[in-house]
Structures are given as C-alpha cells and as structure tokens.
C-alpha cells in the first residue's frame, strides 16, 4: 500500500467518523430539545394549577366570609368544576413527568 493509498483510507475513516459523530450529536441536540418542551410544559401547567388553586382558595374565602357558609363541600357547584380542573392539570403534569423520566433513561 502505498503513502497516498494510507493517507486516503485515513482520510476517509475520518469522514466516517465525523459523519457518525455528527448523526450522534443531532440525535443528542434533539432528544436535549425534547426534554427541554416536556420541562417547559411541566413549568407550564404548574403555572396554570397556581391560578387555578388561587381560584379555589378565592371561591373558599368567598363561600366562608361573604355567603356565610359555616362549611363547604366538595361537590358543591363552584368547587366541583374547580377540583375537576386541578385534576385534569395534575394527571397532565403526571403524563408529562413520566415522558420527561423514560426520555431521560
């Protein structure tokens, strides 16, 4: 084998290599971005559980101080469709922490 036949093999791994090495690290820049979306929802949808049991707590103030309900229940009109949505967001920050965990390992 000749100096130039070595040198154009050599050559040539390395462009394997390069272009193997490049596929990994999109792979890895994409699964990090995938993370990073499921992350941003999460904050997100914590984000809207805060107003949500800001709501709550506003319609609980309301039922004791201004309608002067001496107790309140959990199937009442104004809280039931309150709890609902605070149950929708938890089951959906659940889904997304559970995609976040299998991505990661």
């Given amino acids: 084998m000749t100096f130039s036949e070595r040198m154009r093999e050599l050559l040539d791994q390395g462009v394997a290599a390069s272009m193997e090495f490049a596929v990994k690290a999109g792979a890895k820049a994409q699964e990090l971005g995938e993370r990073g979306v499921l992350m941003l929802e999460i904050k997100q949808l914590e984000g809207q559980a805060q107003k949500v049991l800001s709501r709550l707590g506003n319609e609980t103030y309301r039922a004791f101080a201004e309608r002067d309900q001496a107790s309140i229940g959990r199937d009442a009109p104004e809280f039931k469709d309150i709890l609902a949505e605070l149950a929708t967001i938890r ?9 976040l965990k299998n991505r990661t390992a």
């Fill in 91 to 99: 089951d959906a920050i659940e889904r997304k922490e559970t995609e």
